[in-house]
């Protein structure tokens, strides 16, 4: 009961917290221009509206007022504020105390490179190269604090002072990288531990006649199986960081993101928020240039599904879409009535 009230304090807290950073946060109300030029200023140095990085700062600023727009909305008609939390409802949110940042990582979203960088800027990592640190070592426990590590007088002065950093994307095409990457690939360490760990249930679950390899390696798993499982909501156990919902794993209606960078223009929104954080030293890793991007082979993998799937897709990320302004359209080509 006392870690209840306790947690019960902090949700009042954070929602205090964001109108303090921001007043038009559940106000319905647009910040003027002034306001703007404000949310971009810090002790050393005021961000101008022009120069190399403006549109990124632009939209950044545009971003996180829909943000805060969209959720007021959503409030109106869904009392999501009141929902159970618990101290792990904020497991994902790592803390930068040297530059004063909260990331909220999102597994799929180039979290992996964003992990990087705050290495080498935080000086966890002697080169300035992001893309020398192993990728384990980028997500090895222990690399960053969690906001969760910390006292509730700590989480309330973070929240309302710190800068708050999310990267979204579209959830279809973040679903069909986890697929592709995690089930579909072969001879790769993650993705053996996914087979493992799910690919064989999903083939013993949802195949009829399965073969005995099929069942022993968990390999061959069908994106139209995957997301059958992925969409069963008959057990908690199919639920993953790398599929869950963002708006479960960061909360982006109780935390004040001040900085919404999106997937499609991950490179520009990070140069933005480096030198937002004073960072001059590290670039932020590029797409290879031989890599075909996951939004190319969409229609590939989404035809196979079945009208049902796709329903039971949008409502599951119903919230991703709406808060983050991606629509099925994008993704389908059409929308579900």
């Given at each position: 009961?006392?870690?209840?009230?306790?947690?019960?304090?902090?949700?009042?807290?954070?929602?205090?917290?964001?109108?303090?950073?921001?007043?038009?946060?559940?106000?319905?109300?647009?910040?003027?221009?002034?306001?703007?030029?404000?949310?971009?200023?810090?002790?050393?140095?005021?961000?101008?509206?022009?120069?190399?990085?403006?549109?990124?700062?632009?939209?950044?600023?545009?971003?996180?007022?829909?943000?805060?727009?969209?959720?007021?909305?959503?409030?109106?008609?869904?009392?999501?504020?009141?929902?159970?939390?618990?101290?792990?409802?904020?497991?994902?949110?790592?803390?930068?105390?040297?530059?004063?940042?909260?990331?909220?990582?999102?597994?799929?979203?180039a979290c992996t490179n964003w992990k990087r960088v705050l290495m080498v800027a935080t000086g966890k990592w002697p080169g300035?190269?992001?893309?020398?640190?192993?990728?384990?070592?980028?997500?090895?426990?222990?690399?960053?604090?969690?906001?969760?590590?910390?006292?509730?007088?700590?989480?309330?002065?973070?929240?309302?002072?710190?800068?708050?950093?999310?990267?979204?994307?579209?959830?279809?095409?973040?679903?069909?990288?986890?697929?592709?990457?995690?089930?579909?690939?072969?001879?790769?360490?993650?993705?053996?531990?996914?087979?493992?760990?799910?690919?064989?249930?999903?083939?013993?679950?949802?195949?009829?006649?399965?073969?005995?390899?099929?069942?022993?390696?968990?390999?061959?798993?069908?994106?139209?199986?995957?997301?059958?499982?992925?969409?069963?909501?008959?057990?908690?156990?199919?639920?993953?960081?790398?599929?869950?919902?963002?708006?479960?794993?960061?909360?982006?209606?109780?935390?004040?993101?001040?900085?919404?960078?999106?997937?499609?223009?991950?490179?520009e929104d990070a140069t933005e928020v480096l030198e937002r954080m004073g960072v001059e030293s590290v670039n932020f890793p590029?797409?290879?240039?031989?890599?075909?991007?996951?939004?190319?082979?969409?229609?590939?993998?989404?035809?196979?599904?079945?009208?049902?799937?796709?329903?039971?897709?949008?409502?599951?990320?119903?919230?991703?879409?709406?808060?983050?302004?991606?629509?099925?359209?994008?993704?389908?080509?059409?929308?579900?009535?």
């Open positions: 009961m006392t870690e209840c009230r306790v947690w019960g304090t902090v949700l009042f807290l954070i929602n205090i917290s964001s109108l303090m950073v921001d007043t038009s946060a559940f106000g319905g109300r647009t910040s003027t221009n002034d306001e703007k030029g404000r949310s971009f200023e810090t002790e050393d140095s005021v961000y101008s509206w022009t120069g190399p990085n403006a549109l990124a700062r632009s939209a950044l600023v545009e971003r996180q007022e829909r943000l805060q727009y969209n959720c007021e909305e959503i409030f109106e008609v869904r009392d999501s504020l009141n929902e159970d939390l618990n101290p792990e409802s904020f497991r994902n949110i790592l803390v930068d105390e040297q530059h004063e940042l909260l990331y909220c990582y999102v597994p799929k979203v300035n190269d992001p893309m020398e640190i192993p990728a384990d070592q980028a997500h090895s426990p222990g690399t960053f604090q969690r906001l969760t590590n910390y006292t509730l007088s700590e989480i309330e002065r973070m929240l309302a002072t710190y800068d708050k950093l999310i990267v979204v994307r579209h959830p279809l095409e973040r679903l069909l990288s986890a697929y592709r990457n995690k089930l579909e690939a072969k001879h790769e360490k993650s993705s053996r531990y996914f087979q493992t760990r799910f690919g064989k249930k999903i083939i013993r679950r949802y195949r009829q006649n399965a073969t005995v390899e099929s069942l022993r390696n968990g390999d061959d798993v069908t994106f139209r199986e995957f997301v059958q499982f992925v969409t069963d909501d008959s057990s908690n156990e199919t639920r993953n960081e790398h599929w869950k919902p963002i708006y479960e794993l960061c909360h982006p209606c109780l935390v004040n993101y001040n900085l919404v960078s999106k997937y499609e223009s991950l490179v590029t797409k290879p240039v031989n890599s075909e991007p996951t939004a190319k082979k969409l229609e590939k993998y989404y035809s196979t599904l079945t009208y049902k799937q796709l329903r039971k897709l949008a409502d599951l990320y119903k919230l991703d879409l709406r808060l983050f302004d991606y629509s099925l359209e994008d993704v389908l080509g059409f929308s579900l009535a």
